[in-house]
């Protein structure tokens, strides 16, 4: 089981590669293919839930 610690480096690292794809491309003007874009709401989740359960107690 990954520690807290490690759990929200990760979690920050996945919400930041999402967040880019999806900005970086809308800024440019490019449009983004429906795979991509499902990564990119994939990885916005999964960051979501690593940094939501990285405490102790119930999450949110």
Known sequence: MPTSSMKVVVGAV????????ILG????QIPLPAIA????ALLLAAGSVLLG???G????
């Open 14 to 21: 996945l919400l930041l590669i999402g967040s880019a794809l």
């Open 25 to 28: 491309t809308g800024l440019q």
């Open 37 to 40: 874009g499902s990564v990119a």
């Open 53 to 55: 359960t990285s405490e």
């Open 57 to 60: 107690g119930q999450p949110v």
